[in-house]
């Protein structure tokens, strides 16, 4: 159970994986020399390659995505004091990210899209808000537009948490292009994957020089000739040469791959039809979503539980640390990290917590839905059926019929 890339790997990763092993260089920085000669690191040139698929200034490779959303959080000035706005709906990973720069998570609802809503993050802003995170969950772009006019409008950051949503794009530009922003994810749940990995797009060159220091001891980017650059403590989230290999070849397939998803959601959506009491999702832009998953929405949440028991899936609200309502590092009593505490820095009031209810038209929505894989198949997700990259369309044929079937005896049985 899978993302699409795993079952893409073939020859062409062998390929650079032996070249990296062959040549004994397991560093990004060993041959480092970036004038596009055979001797570039993998790592840099999936960068290079990366940056040019998106059209994005900067591209960073790191460890995770979740070590992308951290750096860049922290790079663009994010800390105690501050509130992020993110949905309630999304990875835990962006609401952690968060919670270590010492900042303070502030949930927000989502719509039908099952997505960040706009109108709710306008009336959760107040004084201390610095950044919005739009997570494109499901591999669905965010309603962009709506969300860059409110951050312009009230001088916030828009950050784009794009790790379910590597190569999609909104209106033909591509996502993590339009924050100050973007993280990608390479685990294996992803569009692209090389087991673990991350990468931070930005087209502000001192994001990236900060970025870059952080998730490498305080360097500069690139270490072209130096090691020193801005003086502040960096970490070390960088991305291993052989993970670059990996990328580098699965980059290279992300288009083609894209192409499959979005031609087989169309077969499957198509084969399952319309059905009575059950609305499909819909999407900010179809031609931008990556096609992952396919999302159906129903009238009750008793009718989505029973479907989905009958499948031997979960519908959205009981998928792991995705909803806010299963994560207990948002209950009262808990703490965000080892060192946020419970309190805000001033001691004024406590920080908020988010304990099931707190968020009614989230939980509304999550319990009603049932997302069928197209690519993605993750049962902790709550795709765990459906079709997979490599369906064809008997296979298509044959899970539509079993959601159709399955979909007209629960409401057959409730009539
Ligand atoms: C929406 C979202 N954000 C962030 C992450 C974290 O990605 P990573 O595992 O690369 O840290 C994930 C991972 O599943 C995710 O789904």
């Given amino acids: 159970m899978t993302g699409p890339g795993i079952p893409r790997i ?3 990763e062998e390929a650079e994986l ?8 397991l560093s990004r920085y060993r041959f480092d020399d970036h004038d596009g000669t055979a001797r570039m690191s993998k790592v840099a040139r999936f960068e290079q390659e990366f940056r040019a698929l998106t059209g994005a200034r900067h591209c960073l490779g790191m460890n995770s995505c979740t070590s992308a959303l951290f750096a860049g959080l922290l790079a663009a000035g994010v800390g105690p004091g501050d509130e992020v706005i993110v949905p309630g709906y999304t990875f835990i990973a962006p609401i952690a990210a968060i919670a270590h720069t010492g900042a303070e998570p502030v949930l927000a609802e ?10 709710d993050v306008a009336a959760r802003i107040t004084s201390r ?6 997570v494109h969950m499901l ?6 537009d709506a969300l860059g006019a409110l951050t312009r409008d009230h001088g916030l950051l828009l950050v784009e948490d794009c790790a379910q949503a590597g190569g999609g794009t909104y209106h033909g530009r591509h996502l993590g292009t339009f924050g100050r922003f973007g993280a990608f994810s390479l685990n294996v749940f992803k569009t692209f994957t090389a087991g673990d990995g991350g990468v931070l797009l930005t087209g502000d060159d001192d994001l990236y020089e900060t970025a870059f220091a952080l998730h490498d001891h305080g360097a500069a980017p690139l270490r072209m000739g130096v090691t020193d650059g801005p003086p502040l403590f960096g970490l070390n989230l960088r991305m291993h040469e052989l993970t670059g290999a990996v990328a580098l070849a699965q980059v290279r397939k992300l288009p083609d791959t894209l192409r499959t998803l979005r031609a087989n959601r169309e077969k499957f959506a198509d084969a399952i039809g319309d059905l009575s009491g059950v609305t499909r999702r819909p999407l900010h832009d179809p031609d931008g979503d990556c096609a992952t998953v396919l999302a159906y929405t129903f ?5 989505a ?7 031997g899936t979960i519908t959205l609200g009981r998928s792991g640390k995705h909803n806010y309502a299963n994560m207990p590092q948002l209950q009262p009593g808990r703490r965000a990290s080892p060192t946020s505490g419970t309190r805000r820095p001033d001691g004024a009031a406590p920080r908020r917590t988010y304990p099931p209810g707190s968020l009614p038209r989230t939980d509304d929505l999550l319990d009603r839905t049932i997302a069928l894989s197209v690519g993605v198949v993750d049962s902790y997700l709550g795709s765990g059926v459906g079709i997979d990259v490599t369906a064809g369309d008997d296979a298509i044929e044959a899970a539509a019929r079993l959601f159709r079937t399955t979909v007209g005896d629960v409401a057959k049985a409730a009539s």
């Fill in 10 to 12: 073939g020859p062409e």
């Fill in 18 to 25: 032996l070249s990296v092993v062959r040549e004994r260089e």
């Fill in 110 to 119: 989502i719509d039908e899209s099952l997505l960040i809503d706009p109108a």
């Fill in 129 to 134: 808000t610095k950044a919005v995170i739009a």
């Fill in 139 to 144: 591999g669905a772009p965010c309603d962009l």
């Fill in 299 to 303: 009238a009750s949440a008793a009718m």
């Fill in 305 to 311: 539980d029973e479907v989905a028991g009958r499948l």
